[in-house]
């Protein structure tokens, strides 16, 4: 959920359309989470789950909208920029559609495929991040944020190979009847998901994850919102969704050796460490990092998925925004 970040570093941006940039930058790690709508106990599962009877309050649902958007609409909404093959316009169909909700000691959750227009949102929720983890001077927050925004646009080229999810936070308040009220929701988390090779990074972190495997990372979680699960759940809503869109169940991701907190929590999620950077990559002002693998379960039912809650939130972490 945090990246590690040391000066200087480099910011990769690539994407199916133009070369690989390679732009100079002083940053560290960002953590995870993203924006909401209005989340409800009653459970719903996408098109290719079943709905649960039981309306827990504990078991995450994801649920595809009643309407389906036509093709070019799909493909108006996002505007890649490139021409996009008829099982890519479905698989676009697919994330514009993914829902994940969860319902929180604390409130609710909804995680779902960042908008176009809620692009500065979420650069300004990375800015924050970085620029808290690396403890930068106010004078950096413009450069930083001017090169997180260049990162998502070039990104964006890459769906649905790879997608950025937001999570969206709604608290719950007692009114003076004992009544509970829900605040209005607000966005607490994002994190980013790759699907296979062509929705890879051109320059991946080390140690180095399979170029076709499923890859999460640039996760990071609003300050305000810490310690409340969301962390846990836009991990839990990647694999969700990666269950949806990858037929490859080996899912990938790194954690910086000194993030005791964000590999704790990798760890309770079934992670287990595959490769650590040698110790040689500190000459080269990186941090160094695991190398984590996961494989998830063949199943069709969301909540055979382990989405057990957890309270631990992070400092900010992004792992393929390196030092």
Known sequence: MATTISVPVSLNLSSDSQPHKRLPLILSPPILQHPFLSLHKSCYFSSRFCSSSNGSSSSPTTTAETETPCASTAYDSYKTGRFLSNEEIEKLKALQDFRYYQQLETGSMLVRVMKPEEMDITVKLLTESFVESMSLPVGYVS???????QYLIERRAAIPHAVTLIGFYKGKQDTKGGEEEEDLEE??????????????????PTPTPPKNAPYICNMAVKQSHRRRGIGWNLLKASEVLISEMSSMREVYLHCRVIDSAPFNMYTKAGYNIVKTDSIWVLLMLQMRKHLMCKKLLVSKNPSELDTSGSDMEFSSQMDTWKS
């Open 143 to 149: 450069l930083v944020c001017y090169f997180v925004q």
């Open 187 to 204: 966005l607490a988390g994002t994190v980013e998901v790759c699907f296979d090779k062509r929705g890879a990074s051109a320059s991946p």
